[in-house]
T-cell receptor, first 118, second 109 residues
């Protein structure tokens, strides 16, 4: 079946520009997560949605970062006034409500969007 | 100090040998523990959960020591296809996963 998809796969932008990264979760998954992975590091949590609402946005680094999930499915991560330090792979993951009820939180990751800020 | 710490490696392992590595975590409220595998330029994928009693999945054995706050992974009879980065992951209350920096394993013929 279809996994998590992310577009674009690569995005090159200039410092100061605005970017949007899109995530399509696995059908039926109510939870959606955004992570950021810098070179040589593990993924770092940004934000988690349960349905349409952000249940935990404690990982967003500053107010230049914003994410939405208006219909509880597709999510968009928005970055304003990009900086060179924003360059990273942005990973999206989703998980099933059945998994959460078991206390087993398998998150299925998409292939990521590689963002390069020049 | 990072919440989850791992030796970055690389661990160079002859094919067929056994390799073991661990990670330490600082949050004593951590409730769930996992090992994820990440191939070069690919997304992380769940390898196995880690239970207090220890658990095995084929050639992979995971152990959890809550008192010392470390988790281990052992790979027996290493295959070339085991070459990857292994990410130690912990979860406290809520659904946020906290990842270590990963341990790189290179299995060589």
């Amino acid at each position: 079946g279809a996994g998590v998809s992310q577009t674009p796969s690569n995005k090159v932008t200039e410092k100061g520009k605005y970017v949007e990264l899109r995530c399509d979760p696995i059908s039926g998954h109510t939870a959606l997560y955004w992570y950021r992975q810098s070179l040589g590091q593990g993924p770092e949590f940004l934000i988690y949605f349960q349905g349409t609402g952000a249940a935990d946005d404690s990982g967003l680094p500053n107010d230049r970062f914003f994410a939405v999930r208006p219909e509880g499915s597709v999510s968009t991560l928005k970055i304003q006034r990009t900086e060179r330090g924003d360059s990273a792979v942005y990973l999206c993951a989703s998980s099933s409500p059945r998994g959460q009820q078991k206390g087993y939180n398998e998150q299925f990751f998409g292939p990521g969007t590689r963002l390069t800020v020049l | 100090r990072k919440e989850v710490e791992q030796d970055p490696g690389p661990f160079n392992v002859p094919e067929g040998a056994t390799v073991a590595f661990n990670c330490t975590y600082s949050n004593s409220a951590s409730q769930s523990f996992f090992w994820y595998r990440q191939d070069c330029r690919k997304e992380p994928k769940l390898l196995m959960s880690v239970y207090s009693s220890g658990n095995e999945d084929g050639r992979f054995t995971a152990q959890l020591n809550r008192a010392s706050q470390y988790i281990s992974l052992l790979i027996r009879d290493s295959k070339l296809s085991d070459s990857a980065t292994y990410l130690c992951v912990v979860k406290a209350a809520g659904n946020k996963l906290t990842f270590g920096g990963g341990t790189r394993v290179l299995v060589k013929p």
